[in-house]
């Protein structure tokens, strides 16, 4: 697991505003200062690590704020769940330490990439846990659902989840999905409140799709300006959707691991 020493000396602090996120990134910076580590004021895009305190939300919107960098990120939890967070505050020493020594594995975490495409235009989207598609207002949608231009069905309800491995305990796991261990490259698609009538049949469970395979989905044309696309937890409106496809994304983001990770005891110690 050793690795090598960090090619420089440079440290992004990254933490939302609550106060015991602000009083750890106070106490960090200064123990890596007195360690030789620079800690620059405003983000670097030369640093060797980003580190990012306060929970599971505040991972997430410092990847998309600082664009999916190629830079490890270590989180230190002072939110809940803490998920994404490999650090307690009161791991600080020794995160330096491991950190300093190369006592630490880095492990790629798979995205989920999405096209959007409009009447007129097509938008690209990167969702780390998952990106949905909801009715505005509470509607519910109508989509075709296709894999690999193999239509699979007619979804009606509150909408879908495209959930990446890592997402798989987010929002899918909520909605009733099933969770992927993080190495698997898959997509999960799970259905929020299917309708099941006469009228509609929608699948009741979620399905897993190799990493090979596209999934696209088509509103019915009525619908077409009545979609919401949720992206990590932001939202976005777009007129005239026509088409999303869904596929893993080629880009992944990179996450510093202490010790032996295991994701089975993290799961335990989260859920149960």
């Given amino acids: 697991m050793c690795q090598p020493k960090p090619k420089n000396k440079i440290i992004n602090i990254i933490h939302n505003n609550n106060i015991n996120s602000k009083k750890t990134a106070a106490l960090l ?9 620079i800690v620059p004021k405003e983000y670097d895009t030369n640093a060797s690590l980003n580190i990012c305190i306060g929970g599971d939300g505040a991972f997430l919107r410092a990847v998309h704020k600082y664009d999916f960098p190629d830079i490890p990120f270590i989180g230190i939890n ?8 490999e650090v307690s505050p009161d791991g600080l020493h020794m995160l330096i330490d491991n950190y300093t020594k190369g006592n630490y594995r880095i492990e790629n975490i798979y995205l989920v990439e999405a096209l959007v495409c409009t009447r007129t235009s097509c938008i690209n989207l990167l969702g780390i846990n998952e990106i949905g598609i909801k009715g505005t207002k509470s509607r519910t949608v109508h989509l075709d659902i296709s894999i690999d231009n193999n239509y699979l069905e007619r979804f009606s309800g509150d ?38 009538s006469n009228a509609y049949r929608s699948l009741t469970s979620s399905v897993i799709v190799p990493e090979n395979m596209t999934i696209r989905i088509n509103p019915e044309y009525r619908y077409e300006n009545s979609i919401l696309i949720i992206n990590d937890g932001k939202q976005y409106k777009y007129d005239n959707i026509v088409e999303i496809s869904f596929k893993i994304s080629e880009i992944t983001i990179k996450k510093l691991t202490l010790g032996k990770y295991n994701f089975w005891t993290k799961l335990k110690d989260k859920f149960l």
């Fill in 159 to 196: 909408g879908i989840i495209i959930s990446t491995p890592m997402g798989s305990t987010a929002y899918n796991y909520s909605s009733g999905g099933s969770i992927i261990y993080p190495s698997i490259k898959a997509l999960q698609i799970t259905p929020l409140s299917p309708l099941n």
């Fill in 78 to 85: 002072t939110g809940h769940l803490g998920f994404f967070q």
């Fill in 29 to 37: 910076q200064e123990m890596l200062k007195q360690k030789g580590f």
